[in-house]
């Protein structure tokens, strides 16, 4: 009888350790199920899986062509036109890139505030479209400095003294000598043009135009069409600018603006012309 007992203990004291065992390997079945779905939620959550850097969504838009593209956060502007090489063609000097005004290209997205979702405008031609079309616009800089050699001053100029002798319009934008900047996300208003009517510049990115508004009308005017942009310091003002757009072959094409402050010149000369005119 003790011999059948200790069997029967002996017996219950396996299965005791087997459903032990069972209950264990369920247990690690279920954190290694739990581990899975925390990694993928990782993953759907956005970021790169295999670098741990963040991933921002962007619609490129060339010519009527748009591209989706995945890009990184922390990259900058001049990587991101060599992505828009890759997938236009157009090396990146003949790139004109938008977002909220000219693209900088030492800047990195995340510094810029690009989000998800996030339209860049691209303008550019290819390298023959853009010989044909500077070739003219070339041409008219050379005759232009020429003639300007031989002028006195534009300030001085009669058609331009009566102007600039009104003096500084009251509600015109502050001026900051010595710097450059981007151009601002409102129009540049409170300068004069050539009758001394207050006038406004906007400029619309997206359509690739100009608007240039009076209290009368607004003109639209494409930017590829603008010859050349000509300034010239205001004497006595020099934080100021009287400044030209070429708008036909000749000079009596040109429209005035007078008072444009001296920090934006130059973000206006590469946003109309394109910095691909400089090279």
Request: overall charge negative; charged content about 30%; proline content about 5%.
């Amino acid at each position: 009888m003790e011999t059948e007992a200790q069997k029967l203990q002996l017996s219950c004291g396996d299965a005791g350790e087997s459903n032990s065992s069972a209950a264990g390997k369920a247990l690690e079945m279920d954190q290694l199920q739990e581990d899975s779905a925390i990694s993928q939620a990782s993953v759907s959550n956005g970021g790169d899986s295999e670098t741990g850097k963040d991933l921002v969504e962007l619609k490129i838009i060339w010519n009527k062509n748009k591209y989706d593209v995945k890009f990184l956060l922390d990259s900058t502007g001049a990587d991101l036109k060599e992505k828009i090489h890759s997938l236009t063609g157009l090396p990146p000097t003949m790139q004109k890139v938008m977002f909220k005004g000219l693209l900088p290209e030492e800047k990195t997205l995340r510094e810029i505030k690009v989000t998800n979702g996030a339209k860049i405008m691209v303008v550019g031609s290819t390298i023959n479209d853009v010989l044909a079309v500077n070739t003219p616009k070339e041409a008219a800089q050379q005759e232009v400095k020429s003639e300007e050699n031989k002028k006195e001053p534009l300030c001085r100029q009669k058609q331009h003294r009566k102007v600039l002798d009104k003096g500084k319009p009251e509600d015109v934008m502050p001026s900051a000598k010595g710097v450059q900047e981007r151009l601002p996300t409102v129009p540049l208003s409170g300068m004069y043009n050539k009758t001394g009517g207050k006038v406004r510049l906007t400029f619309k990115l997206e359509q690739d135009q100009l608007w240039i508004g009076t209290k009368e009308r607004t003109e639209k005017i494409p930017m590829g069409s603008i010859k050349n942009v000509v300034s010239e310091p205001i004497e006595g003002h020099e934080d100021y600018h009287m400044m030209a757009f070429q708008l036909g072959p000749t000079e009596a094409s040109y429209y005035w603006v007078y008072w444009v402050p001296t920090q934006y010149v130059d973000a206006i000369k590469d946003t109309v012309l394109g910095k691909w005119q400089y090279f």
